[in-house]
């Protein structure tokens, strides 16, 4: 493995990987749907004709890739209307995790699976909820992020931090996550992920409680209501 270069941080890394992924995704969709647009966390947007835009990141959690942590995954999302968050219809998405050996797909009003087995989050818990999330690559938004998840440890078993947002989304659709939240991630980072949790029985939304960092929020029915109640009030 070879680091090409920083982007907006020292912890904010991009391989050559990274780069020729992206680019044999982008190749591999131009031969196949060439009226298709595509919006890629390394080289941008391309406008369609079709009104289906492609939303790639070749590699989600590229640190983790970098430093030999298997916890990394290539997500690739199919969604109508613009590729806006806030507007798009999400119609399929896949979430590829080689190093473990699990590929997360799901189109919507199909259901999603990994590796031909059926998805279900986590129905309720009783118990404190096992919940994931990340922090932004520019250390000034630390302090905040760490204060969110004091906010909401009352209602958790444990936090994890994987790094690699689209993973955790997936792990969340699968039940072995019961929740996750986190602030500032762009469209790529969740694309994919938030349908696998839709269509595996779980609720999405996104909340702007800052304007440049709107906060994710996923889960079972349950643990969303009881993490968008946290999260949704003003510290």
């Known amino acids: 493995m070879r680091l090409a270069a920083t982007k ?70 199919a969604v109508r209307g613009e590729p806006d968050p806030a507007t798009w219809e999400a119609l399929a998405g896949a979430v590829n995790a080689p190093a473990l050996g699990e590929t997360f797909t799901a189109a919507r009003g199909h259901g999603a699976w990994v590796n031909g087995s059926r998805l279900a989050v986590t129905a309720e818990t009783p118990a404190g909820a096992l919940l994931a999330t990340g922090f932004g690559y520019d250390p000034a938004t630390h302090e905040g992020d760490i204060a969110t998840v004091a906010r909401v440890m009352p209602m958790a ?12 989304l997936a792990f969340v659709a699968d039940g072995r996550l019961d929740g996750y939240f986190e602030r500032g991630l762009r469209p790529w980072d969740f694309a994919a992920g938030a349908l696998l949790v839709e269509e595996a029985g779980g609720v999405v939304s996104r909340i702007d409680v800052d304007s440049l960092r709107p906060m994710l929020i996923a889960g079972g029915p349950d643990v969303h209501a009881r993490l968008l109640a946290i999260l949704d009030e003003k510290p």
């Open 8 to 77: 907006s941080s020292l912890a904010d890394i991009v391989t050559e990987a990274d780069r020729e992924v992206e680019a044999l995704i982008r190749a591999r969709l131009r031969a196949a749907r060439a009226d298709d647009g595509f919006l890629g966390e390394e080289s941008g947007a391309e406008v369609g004709s079709s009104g289906i835009t492609w939303v790639v990141d070749p590699i989600d959690g590229t640190v983790n890739y970098a430093y030999g942590i298997p916890a990394y995954n290539v997500s690739i999302a």
């Open 157 to 168: 078993r444990d936090i994890r931090r994987m790094g690699a947002a689209a993973l955790d």
